[in-house]
């Protein structure tokens, strides 16, 4: 596609149309990346209940990398964005080349960090002393691929900015079928355990990384990573950093939320730690669904607003929050029901896990539609350069609430304190969203009606 064509397709689409075209291969990109993580939990679930839990606790390890990766890759993607929107395609270039290498760079200072010190981290990751084993035999091979993990997410974001989602599904794609056909085989064939299921992860993420590189340096017309687009000026790292960090607080928050809920959990045994890990597992993958739907919005919206056409973007933000309410409710009901028979899937054998489980799970699909406006609205902040609002709703569902939760609910309710913790946070997240929102929806409107002539129909 032409990049002209591609300038018309992203301001003329219409956006029931636009915004399904990009969050479909999207949405099945961040599933399958979820499933990296389902499947290592299901199949190391089958070990013990010691080694679900390890994967619980290396879970927060993982966020660390995502929180790296994802703040890079959502700050340059927007900049990316909004730069093609103005048809500025230099700084495009440079965005993505900078973004790209950074991030690789930061994920090598990750990796020596950790496997300095694997012992130490894993027991502050919240492991206890049997699981802690399970969870360093895990994690060193997961931090030996944090540089690529890394370098992945901000590929995956540069394809997506330009609209090619679909090209970015297929790298992503072929990486998590991948971690399905290997995990088993060296999980049991080769008998490694734990350690393999890491393994086929590290092998099946580095497929991914070298196919949406080839796949962004050979697509016709799209923006090329080149080192000698390298741009390490102040100004290019607060633009991306601008937008990116509300991200980073995001994924952050979300791997120490972890830690906390892991630490809170430990007292009442290994099955509570594995049953808050697997009921983790659970709302991530339907919760990524919502992310990649949200991240299918963010380039129509940030593309919009830089072309200033702002009734598009208006259109997009009800238009998204509309259908991910819907899909939530509809998945809410489903996993409330059917709680004890997903929960059981990962762990037969243990009924307390089973039990545990699934009474969380019930919590938190209690107030899972209320994602759907947290999530669009963050983005909303995200795709407009609206930093400081991005960073306070990023902040909000596992920091600004959910950490005081987690520490108080359990000394006041026990176990049950611990289930209740996110649900919580929840609630108070969604509150927080729509205030900070009413005034950006409000400046929207009057750009709408100030750009408006007579011949231009009122925007409803």
């Known amino acids: 596609m032409q990049k002209d064509d591609k300038y018309i397709m992203m301001t003329e689409t219409p956006i029931n149309v636009l915004i399904p075209k990009i969050a479909i291969p999207t949405i099945i990109s961040m599933l399958i990346t979820s499933i990296y993580n389902m499947a290592d939990t299901f199949f190391v679930s089958q070990i013990g209940t010691s080694a679900a839990g390890a994967v619980g606790v290396d879970f927060s390890l993982m966020a ?3 929180a790296i990766g994802f703040t890079i890759a959502m700050g340059s993607g927007n900049f990316i964005s ?4 103005r048809k500025d ?4 270039e440079q965005v993505s080349a900078t973004g790209f290498f950074t991030s690789l760079f930061l994920g090598l200072l990750l990796a020596i960090f950790g496997l300095a010190n694997i012992d130490k981290l894993v027991v502050f990751l919240g492991a206890t002393e049997t699981i802690a084993p399970y969870a360093k035999d895990y994690g060193r091979y997961i931090l030996i691929g944090a540089p690529y993990m890394c370098g992945s997410f901000v590929l995956n974001v540069v394809l997506r900015s330009q609209g090619n989602a679909v090209k970015s599904m297929i ?5 998590g079928v991948l971690n399905i056909i290997l995990d088993p085989i060296l999980i049991f064939g080769f008998n490694m355990g734990i350690s393999g299921a890491a393994i ?3 092998i099946s993420q580095f497929i991914s990384f070298i196919i949406l590189l080839i796949q962004t340096n050979c697509i016709e017309g799209s923006i090329k990573i ?3 687009n390298i741009n390490f000026s102040f100004k290019m790292y607060k633009e991306i950093f601008r937008t990116g960090l509300p991200t980073f607080y995001r994924q952050g928050l979300a791997s120490a939320a972890t830690v906390f809920l892991n630490v809170a959990a430990s007292p009442y045994g290994d099955p509570a730690v594995a049953a808050v890990s697997i009921v983790t597992r659970i709302v991530m993958f339907i919760y990524s669904a919502l992310i990649g739907f949200g991240q299918g919005y963010m380039p129509a919206a940030g593309f919009n607003y830089g072309a200033k056409k702002y009734d598009r973007v208006l259109e997009a933000f009800w238009f998204s929050g509309k259908v991910a309410i819907r899909v939530l409710l509809v998945l809410a009901i489903i996993f409330f029901i059917f709680a004890p028979q ?3 899937v990962f762990r037969r054998e243990d009924l307390e896990v089973i039990m545990i489980a699934s009474r969380t799970l019930r919590f938190q699909c209690l107030v899972l539609p209320l994602h759907a406006f947290s999530v669009i609205i963050n983005m909303t902040f995200q795709s407009l350069g609206l930093g400081m609002k991005a960073t306070i709703a990023s902040s909000a569902r596992q920091g600004i609430f959910f950490i005081p939760c987690i520490l108080i609910l359990p000394k006041i309710f026990g176990l049950t304190g611990v289930q209740i913790s996110q649900a919580v946070a929840d609630v108070f997240t969604f509150i927080l969203s729509i205030a900070l929102m009413v005034g950006v929806l409000k400046t929207l409107k009057e750009k709408v009606e100030g750009m408006k002539t007579p011949t231009t129909p009122k925007f409803r």
Do not use: E, N, Y
């Open 64 to 66: 660390m990398i995502q």
């Open 200 to 202: 086929a992860t590290i």
């Open 89 to 92: 395609r230099k700084i495009a």
């Open 226 to 228: 080149k080192f000698s």
């Open 342 to 344: 997903v929960i059981t």
């Open 171 to 175: 790298g992503i794609t072929a990486g």
């Open 82 to 85: 909004r730069s093609l929107g």
